[in-house]
């Protein structure tokens, strides 16, 4: 089992920044990629990046594509998530993922997922 929790979500005018953190405990940390997604209201869960298990590969979806860095610590066993340049269609529950992986890929979809955190809610104002 790995457990996953979430930090660093909040409020933030369109324009400003958040760092969201993911800790994580129980299995190797180093064996899985990690990944966030989102959900906003009414909508469908989505990707938004992810990173493979060694840190050399990340996969991030074009909206947020020159905005968001992932990154990941193996020694404190946490993923971070910077996202810049916050725009209102940012606003979502972001949900930190766990993937075991063989090979040291990043790319990830939900069906992949072994473990998902229970989401921090992030909300950008215009």
């Known amino acids: 089992q790995v457990q996953l929790v979430e930090s660093g979500g909040g409020l933030v005018q369109a324009g400003g920044s958040l760092r969201l953190s993911c800790a994580a405990s129980?299995?190797?940390?180093?064996?899985?990629?990690m990944g966030w997604f989102r959900q906003a209201p009414g909508k469908e869960r989505e990707f938004v990046v992810a990173?493979?298990?060694?840190?050399?590969?990340?996969y991030r979806a074009n909206s947020v594509k020159g905005r968001f860095t992932i990154s990941r610590d193996n020694a404190k066993n946490t993923v971070y998530l910077q996202m810049n340049s916050l725009k209102p269609e940012d606003t979502a529950v972001y949900y930190c993922?766990?993937?075991?992986?063989?090979?040291?890929?990043?790319?990830?979809?939900?069906?992949?997922?072994?473990?998902w955190g229970q989401g921090t809610q992030v909300t950008v104002s215009s």
């Open positions: 990173i493979s298990w060694s840190g050399s590969r990340t």
């Open positions: 129980g299995r190797i940390f180093s064996s899985y990629a």
């Open positions: 993922a766990a993937d075991y992986r063989i090979f040291d890929t990043a790319t990830m979809a939900e069906y992949e997922v072994d473990y």
